[in-house]
């Protein structure tokens, strides 16, 4: 069974970095298909980080130069840096993963999904 959990959220003041943490159980990072995603309330879910199995990464115009996603294989974990927080950016964010498909890759599309981690910027 596959289980994703989140970590690390918490309030920072704008300006300040947050660590999040995404811990995969019942999967292999390495040939997973990762991505952060976030929703404020009131708003869509939006993708802020994708990690695709090739090592290639791509990024929401709104946290480009901010953020970085990462993962370490060896503790089956997958991470998202932020750093220069804005009040924007509070909302609840969710760690995915997905297989890629065959002859394709990584298309965007996940299966499994974390429960969350909030995180509250102030101004």
């Known amino acids: 069974q596959v289980q994703l959990v989140e970590s690390g959220g918490g309030s920072s003041q704008a300006g300040g970095s947050l660590r999040l943490s995404c811990a995969a159980y019942g999967l292999t990072q390495l040939s997973s298909c990762m991505g952060w995603f976030r929703q404020a309330p009131g708003k869509e879910r939006e993708r802020v980080a994708r990690?695709?199995?090739?090592?290639?990464?791509t990024y929401a115009d709104s946290v480009k130069g901010r953020f970085t996603i990462s993962k370490d294989n060896s503790k089956n974990t997958l991470y998202l840096q932020m750093s220069s927080l804005k009040p924007e950016d509070t909302a609840m964010y969710y760690c995915a993963s997905g297989p890629p498909r065959y002859g394709v890759g990584c298309d965007g599309n996940y299966n499994y999904w974390g429960q969350g981690t909030q995180v509250t910027v102030s101004s």
């Open positions: 990690l695709d199995t090739d090592g290639s990464t």
